[in-house]
């Protein structure tokens, strides 16, 4: 069972940088690709990052193209998505998501909250 744990969510002005981080718990970490969703209140759940197996693979929404950066560090199991210049707009509880050739494993979801 792969465990994900979401970090460094809170509160942010807008304009500023946030970088969210995620934990997994499986030693075959490199063999899934991996996504951040989130949702807004209100809203339907967004696909806002991907990253492949390899890490030599991203694509964002149009939302969040040119303002945020997913990457990941394999030998540590990690993944994370660096934001910057953040809107309003962006918040919402955002979701770390493992996606493998049979299963995808959701975290529990981290709170983001862009506001003055």
């Known amino acids: 069972q792969l465990q994900l744990v979401e970090s460094g969510g809170g509160l942010v002005q807008p304009g500023g940088p946030l970088t969210l981080s995620c934990a997994a718990s499986?030693?075959?970490?490199?063999?899934?690709?991996m996504r951040w969703y989130r949702q807004g209140a209100g809203k339907e759940r967004e696909l806002v990052a991907h990253i492949n197996s390899k890490g030599d693979l991203t694509n964002y929404a149009e939302s969040v193209k040119g303002r945020f950066t997913m990457s990941r560090d394999n030998a540590k199991n990690i993944v994370s998505l660096q934001m910057t210049s953040l809107k309003p707009e962006d918040t919402a509880v955002y979701y770390c998501?493992?996606?493998?050739?049979?299963?995808?494993?959701w975290g529990h979801g981290i709170q983001v909250i862009v506001s003055s």
């Open positions: 499986v030693f075959t970490f490199s063999q899934y690709a």
């Open positions: 998501v493992a996606a493998g050739a049979l299963h995808v494993y």
